[in-house]
Each structure stands twice: as C-alpha cells, then as structure tokens.
C-alpha cells in the first residue's frame, strides 16, 4: 500500500522559511513532486525531482527560493521553502509518480502554508 505522508507546514511571517517532508512508502517512485492549490485556484506544480540523476525541476514563481530534495531511495522528499510571499499560501500536496511522464499516481494529503503579510 502506497503511503504519502507530509508534515512541516504551518503559519509564517513574509520573508520567513519553512520546510516540508513526504515520507513515502509503499513502492519505488521514478520521481517524486510538490503540488500546491490556494482557495479558489486550480492545483499547480510547484516542483519535481527525478530518482534517476536527481534532476529537480521548479515552478517559475518559486525558482531561486524553493529547493527540493531527497534521499536517494526517495523514501524522504524535502521542499526548502525560503523568502516567503503572501502568494505562497496554500495546501501543498506531496506527489509520486512510477512511469517516465510527468503524469503523478499518488498524492498525500496535503498540508496547510500559510504566509502573513
């Protein structure tokens, strides 16, 4: 059974850093991603990285401030969220994918960011 379980999220000033964790297991993933969706907005990519090569990948509005990483088995994804913006308020979903294409299989339950002005 495929597990995704994040933790880290909470309640920071602008400016401020968080990090988040997905713990993942169940099966082994060719890549592992960080979704997030605010009140009244479509879920978006936020970032991605691969298990073979670790290749990372990041959405343009957190490109310089996120870091994604993780463990070689990717049993462990982290997301090193930094300077943090009012707009980065949202419920980030942990992903993982077993196939070559972007598309992800499995989602964790997401976890609460919220960023005071």
């Known amino acids: 059974q495929v597990q995704l379980v994040e933790s880290g999220g909470g309640l920071v000033q602008a400016g401020g850093s968080l990090r988040l964790s997905c713990a993942a297991s169940?099966?082994?993933?060719?890549?592992m991603g960080w979704f997030r969706q605010a009140p009244g907005k479509e879920r978006e990519f936020v970032a991605g990285?691969?298990?073979?090569?670790?290749?990372?990948f990041y959405a343009d509005s957190v490109k310089g401030r996120f870091t994604i990483s993780g463990d070689n088995a990717m049993n462990t994804v982290y997301l090193q969220m930094n300077s943090l913006k009012p707009e980065d308020t949202a419920v980030y979903y942990c992903?993982?994918?077993?196939?070559?294409?972007?598309?992800?299989?499995?989602w964790g339950q997401g976890t609460q960011v919220t960023v005071s002005s």
């Open positions: 169940g099966r082994t993933f060719s890549g």
């Open positions: 992903a993982a994918k077993y196939g070559p294409g972007f598309k992800y299989n499995y």
């Open positions: 990285i691969r298990r073979s090569g670790g290749s990372t």
